[in-house]
């Protein structure tokens, strides 16, 4: 009893914590580092491939995988490590999430994929694209389907592993960074596997170029609506006390 009553107290304390208006600052700043750092190595992948033909495919499906994966334990519980538009919107839809901190949280993710991307274009010139993703060997309607169904597999991964509204602990941060692993050794060399409009978008502002940004805005983001519906299907609606399951507390009813 005294274990179940410390875990409640702990959650409550992370609770409080997590939405707190005055941490809100920090929250917004985790998301910038993370997605600066996600876009940083996703971008990166593809320019320094260009730069060195050794690097493998591998290598740079790997890179972004592993950093959400860092990104997942170091600011987990500071922000929730959403680092996506399409992740705080599922959250958001599946009342995890205030519909109030959705506008910072998307406008902190926008800031740091862009600042990642003006760095790279700062050190390698426009090498690469500037690690833009774009359609190969297949079409842009092609593309478009790719990269909603990778986006729905990947929020579905989320939404299963998180806790409320928060990417914490061993099993989140081990399955979303396998997913993107996966997914980018079979689209990669097919769509760039984005799933991420933000990581699309930030190069394509730095070049200058917007001819198939609409591909990695909508697909990402259809993606993420599916896979809310998806996961009604899979659990059903938010329970009453999504206001619990949001803030990671325990719910007795539900475990009776």
């Not at 996703?42 to 959400?68: E, H, N, T, Y």
């Not at 006390?241 to 803030?247: N, R």
């Amino acid at each position: 009893m005294k274990s179940e009553e410390l875990k409640a107290t702990q959650a409550e304390k992370e609770s409080r914590q997590f939405f707190d208006p005055k941490r809100e600052w920090r929250r917004l700043f985790a998301e910038m580092w993370g997605t600066f750092l996600l876009v940083l190595t996703a971008c990166g992948g593809v320019v320094v491939s260009k730069l060195d033909p050794s690097v493998s495919l591998g290598l740079r499906v790997a890179a972004p995988g592993i950093m959400v994966m860092a990104a997942i334990y170091f600011m987990g519980t500071v922000s929730g490590a959403h680092l996506n538009p399409g992740v705080t919107l599922a959250f958001a839809l599946r009342s995890h999430f205030p519909w109030r901190k959705v506008p910072t949280y998307i406008l902190a993710q926008l800031a740091g994929g862009i600042i990642a991307a003006l760095f790279l274009k700062k050190m390698f010139g426009e090498v690469g694209d500037v690690g833009a993703t774009v359609p190969k060997l297949v079409t842009p309607f092609q593309t478009l389907l790719i990269e909603i169904i990778l986006t729905t597999g990947l929020v579905n991964t989320i939404l299963g592993t998180a806790s409320g509204a928060r990417n914490i602990g061993h099993n989140a941060a081990i399955a979303i960074g396998g997913y993107i692993v996966l997914a980018g050794f079979w689209a990669g060399p097919l769509t760039g596997a984005s799933m991420n409009a933000v990581r699309s978008l930030a190069p394509d502002i730095v070049r200058g170029n917007f001819e198939t940004s609409w591909i990695y805005i909508c697909g990402p983001l259809l993606g993420a609506f599916i896979a809310v519906g998806f996961e009604w299907i899979l659990k059903g609606k938010p329970s009453k006390h999504a206001t619990l399951e949001a803030q990671g507390l325990p719910d007795d009813k539900d475990e009776q």
